[in-house]
Nanobody
Framework: QVQLVESGGGLVQPGGSLRLSCAAS????????MAWYRQAPGKQRELVAT???????NYADSVKGRFTISRDNAKNTVYLQMNRLKPEDTAVYFC???????WGQGTQVTVSS
């Protein structure tokens, strides 16, 4: 079974940047559509961005123009570059093999001054 491990979260000031990474344990990762989700306290988990095997991307309206999802198939890793962060971006961020029950453990992102 594929395992996903996220990293890169932390505390950042509004307007700052972070890059999240999600490393997959299996080489056939490159055939999968990957996704980043986030869940803020007291809110439902929401889809942030997806990238398919051809690197076609989609974004939630709330992050469009600020976040960029990318993948490096040689490293079995998907990234989420987050720029111009806002306090409302504060959440636990999860990666997922889209359409499956395979999720990472999550990484906390806190945007605060």
């Amino acid at each position: 079974q594929v395992q996903l491990v996220e990293s890169g979260g932390g505390l950042v000031q509004p307007g700052g940047s972070l890059r999240l990474s999600c490393a997959a344990s299996a080489s056939d990762f490159r055939f999968s559509t990957m996704a980043w989700y986030r869940q803020a306290p007291g809110k439902q988990r929401e889809l942030v961005a997806t990238i398919n095997s051809g690197s076609y991307t989609n974004y939630a309206d709330s992050v469009k123009g600020r976040f960029t999802i990318s993948r490096d198939n040689a490293k079995n890793t998907v990234y989420l570059q987050m720029n111009r962060l806002k306090p409302e971006d504060t959440a636990v961020y999860f990666c997922r093999v889209q359409g499956t029950a395979i999720w990472g453990q999550g990484t906390q992102v806190t945007v605060s001054s």
